[in-house]
Nanobody, 119 residues
């Protein structure tokens, strides 16, 4: 029912920056939690940034001080600003929207966008 479309990935040199975007098909961001994950080939998907509908934010230790998650509820868009990128940040990045209610959980994923950090 909820469609997420991601964009903003690409090839960047170490130390460079990228901003990823994830836009939802409906006005859901005011009540949904929004997260960013990443997955490199042969490795498990890992949570890199988390935000709740109430405004709480948390980051993985590996990206603290370099990545910033933010929302624009009027545009139904969540962003991941990535600065000081390292080769270890190379992965497919996914956004996730989820909301826990009585009887279960609503959870939606974007298609992913490739980020490659290389000189």
């Amino acid at each position: 029912q909820v469609q997420l479309v991601e964009s903003g990935g690409g090839l960047v040199q170490p130390g460079g920056s990228l901003r990823l975007s994830c836009t939802a098909s409906g006005s859901i961001f005011s009540i949904y939690n929004m997260d960013w994950y990443r997955q490199a080939p042969g490795k498990q998907r890992e949570l890199v940034a988390h935000s709740t509908s109430g405004g709480s934010i948390n980051y993985a230790d590996s990206v603290k001080g370099r990545f910033t998650i933010s929302r624009d509820n009027a545009k139904n868009t969540v962003y991941l600003q990535m600065n000081s990128l390292k080769p270890g940040d190379t992965a497919v990045y996914y956004c996730n929207a989820h909301r826990e209610v009585i009887g279960g959980t609503y959870s939606y994923w974007g298609q992913g966008t490739q980020v490659t950090v290389s000189s």
